[in-house]
């Protein structure tokens, strides 16, 4: 029984060293200087045709950055619409070998170069684009990379990426 319990211990311990500090993490932005950010009050998730696996083992990642970016805009008072025209519209990617490139038109969590099963590394990274709703134009992009993802925290370690990346929107313009 006192065997089971330091095991326990040691893996919480592990895994709370394992947590990013959110004023650590690696954030660029760049956005449109014209674009009157103000303006923008709803929002729609874009939908591309992404390369889907059934049973990916990162489908549950993608479901917790969706619902990190939809709180963290909301809780700026945009509103997310299911119908009618949107002021602008979210494209997203979540991508576990850190940033190179990341697209949000390709789903990075349906993978197929890393394991299955594997525990994504410290090279995280997560894109999150603005995109115009008619002219398909991205208008504000911003990256969030160097977090790891631990086995317990996982939901909460998108949730502070996600927020610290939306600290720089809207951005600050003349």
């Not at 326990?8 to 394992?18: I, M, S, T, Y």
């Not at 874009?46 to 950055?65: C, H, M, P, V, W």
């Not at 805009?73 to 002021?87: C, M």
Request: charged share 30%.
């Amino acid at each position: 029984m006192r065997r089971k319990l330091i095991i326990v211990l040691l893996v919480v311990a592990v895994a709370a060293c394992a947590t990013t500090k959110k004023a650590e993490l690696q954030v660029r932005i760049e956005f449109d200087e014209q674009t009157d950010f103000s303006a923008w009050k709803s929002f729609r998730f874009a939908t591309f045709r992404a390369e889907t696996t059934e049973g990916s083992s990162y489908k549950q990642i993608e479901n917790d950055l969706r619902d990190a970016i939809e709180a963290n805009l909301v809780d700026r008072d945009y509103v997310r619409i299911e119908d009618g025209a949107p002021d602008f519209r979210i494209a997203y990617a979540f991508d576990t070998r850190g940033d190179r490139g990341t697209d949000p038109e390709r789903s990075y969590a349906n993978d197929q170069t890393s394991p299955e099963g594997s525990t994504p590394s410290k090279t995280n990274t997560i894109v999150v684009k603005m995109i115009h709703p008619t002219t398909g134009e991205t208008l504000w992009e911003g990256r969030v990379a160097g977090f790891s993802l631990g086995a317990i925290q996982q939901k909460s370690e998108i949730r502070g990426a996600v927020w610290r990346l939306f600290v720089e929107f809207p951005p600050i313009t003349r």
